[in-house]
């Protein structure tokens, strides 16, 4: 294949909707409802700051957390700049997931690429509504304790873990062909 062949396949790759575009939203959109969902029952359903913590079990606890940060509580941000610089961020990084989607050609990247930015979406909404993002799900063991967690954060540990396995199966960097 000559440079000129290939440069030309590339032109011809979509940009923003593309052969699993429709499967990657209605994913992502399903993420984000059940992720949505399960935040607002908690926190205004169920009242989970004044009814909580509940214990599920003795390794796992329903608590409210409000997360100013990212994944592990990283650069947590008090202030208004910090919440909207992260909303950008959010916003940016997702729309990136979502051209890489559209050229995508493999269902399980596709699935991979839709639980991230459903788990973005979700987490991005809460920024912007809270100013925070809700963490509620706390593993601990005797006195190790994982972080606080939620859906769209499983989410998006889902759709890494897709990807990074989708990149080691056929060889080196095949998630990102």
Same mark, same amino acid.
């Not at 992502?28 to 935040?39: F, P």
């Not at 990084?93 to 269902?107: E, F, H, P, Y």
């Given at each position: 294949?000559t440079?000129? &062949?290939?440069?030309?396949n590339?032109t %011809?790759?979509p940009l923003?909707?593309g052969?699993?575009? $429709?499967f990657v939203l209605?994913?992502a959109?399903v993420?984000?409802?059940i #992720?949505q969902?399960? %935040? !607002?029952w908690?926190?205004?359903? *169920?009242?989970?700051?004044?009814n909580? =913590?509940? &214990? !599920?079990l =003795?390794?796992?606890?329903?608590?409210?957390v409000w997360n100013?940060g990212?994944s592990?509580g990283l *650069?947590?941000?008090?202030?208004d700049?910090?919440?909207?610089l992260?909303?950008?961020?959010t916003i940016?990084?997702? +729309?990136g997931?979502?051209?890489?989607?559209?050229r995508?050609?493999?269902?399980l990247?596709?699935l991979?690429?839709?639980?991230? +930015?459903?788990g973005?979406?979700?987490n991005g909404?809460d920024? !912007?509504t809270?100013?925070a993002?809700? #963490?509620f799900v706390h593993?601990?063991v005797? $006195?190790?304790s994982?972080?606080? *967690?939620? !859906?769209?954060?499983?989410w998006?540990?889902?759709?890494?873990?897709g990807l990074l396995y #989708?990149s080691f199966? #056929?060889g =080196?960097n095949?998630?990102a %062909?």
């Amino acid at each position: 294949m000559t440079q000129q &062949d290939s440069s030309s396949n590339n032109t %011809k790759r979509p940009l923003l909707w593309g052969r699993f575009s $429709t499967f990657v939203l209605l994913i992502a959109l399903v993420g984000v409802a059940i #992720d949505q969902g399960s %935040k !607002l029952w908690l926190v205004y359903g *169920f009242d989970l700051a004044r009814n909580g =913590p509940v &214990d !599920l079990l =003795p390794v796992l606890e329903i608590v409210l957390v409000w997360n100013r940060g990212i994944s592990y509580g990283l *650069f947590q941000q008090n202030s208004d700049l910090g919440r909207w610089l992260l909303a950008g961020v959010t916003i940016a990084v997702t +729309i990136g997931l979502w051209v890489w989607s559209a050229r995508c050609q493999s269902r399980l990247v596709a699935l991979a690429l839709a639980l991230v +930015i459903g788990g973005a979406i979700g987490n991005g909404i809460d920024r !912007l509504t809270y100013g925070a993002v809700v #963490d509620f799900v706390h593993f601990h063991v005797g $006195t190790f304790s994982w972080y606080v *967690f939620n !859906l769209a954060d499983v989410w998006i540990v889902a759709g890494v873990v897709g990807l990074l396995y #989708d990149s080691f199966r #056929d060889g =080196p960097n095949s998630a990102a %062909k």
